[in-house]
């Protein structure tokens, strides 16, 4: 593969990549709240005519979350959209794992290291998950949780570790034993959609317009996916 499009609106973050071996573009930008406006402006200005195919595109990378409710439907609804009326695939992306992926990019993890990625869940919980990196990608150590602060647990396996995320916002609330654990932390991090990219083309997996659907960890939180948007109960 040599054209991934990619889109990441999990977090505070909006962020979209247009990834054509061996040039890379980005548009970033921390944008509370405003990720439906800005979104397509963005999407505007790396494709200007919008016709995926035409520029190289091969397929659509998305931040399938977990992460903000909202930003999960955005990105899915566009993905759908942007795949149905191209005939693309999209492969779907942790939102936790692709923060992993930006730390490392960005150094402040390496081979071999364990990694806590974390995200705010409101209501007093967190997301997350624990990473080790593997020949320049994070393996997850387990699954991905949702859970009050003070309930995390870290693998055996991650005697240390480096945390990740806006979760880390709660790190007074960690339990004594997991904090102990850490070598650092990082909780401005915010995923990018860039890192989607060496993501996407190791897992290959590929998803139809159909399949595509946000990452919620939590049970009672339902997507309807396009045959059944619409449809009253």
């Known amino acids: 593969m040599k054209g991934i499009l990619a889109i990441e609106t999990a977090t505070e973050a909006c962020s979209v990549a247009l990834w054509r071996d061996p040039e890379l573009k980005q548009r970033h930008e921390i944008t509370p709240r405003q990720h439906s406006q800005r979104l397509f402006g963005m999407l ?17 990378a998305y931040g ?7 930003g999960l439907r955005i990105a899915a609804s566009a993905v759908q959209g942007l795949t149905f009326a191209t005939g693309l695939p999209a492969i779907p992306v942790s939102t936790l794992a692709c923060q992993v992926q930006t730390a490392l990019r960005q150094g402040l993890v390496g ?10 869940a409101r209501i007093n919980e967190i997301y997350y998950a624990c990473y080790r990196i593997e020949q320049g990608l994070p393996v ?8 009050a602060p003070a309930l995390m647990v870290l693998p ?14 709660f790190l007074e609330q960690f339990p004594d034993a997991v904090r102990a654990q850490l070598t650092g932390v990082a909780a401005d991090l915010l995923p990018e959609a860039r890192d989607l990219v060496p993501l996407a083309l190791a897992q ?9 659907q946000p990452v919620y960890v ?8 396009i045959p059944e948007q619409g449809k009253r109960k």
């Open 44 to 60: 505007g200005e790396l494709l200007p005519n919008g016709r995926l195919p035409e520029h190289g595109i091969e397929a659509v």
């Open 64 to 70: 399938a979350g977990p992460g903000s409710f909202t």
């Open 111 to 120: 081979e071999g290291d364990r990694v806590l990625s974390s995200l705010d």
């Open 140 to 147: 997850p150590m387990g699954e991905a949780l949702a859970v």
């Open 156 to 169: 055996e396996d991650a005697a240390s570790a480096f945390a990740v995320g806006s979760g880390c916002r």
């Open 204 to 212: 290959g997996v590929a998803q139809t317009p159909q399949q595509v």
């Open 218 to 225: 939590r049970d009672e939180i339902n997507w309807k996916k």
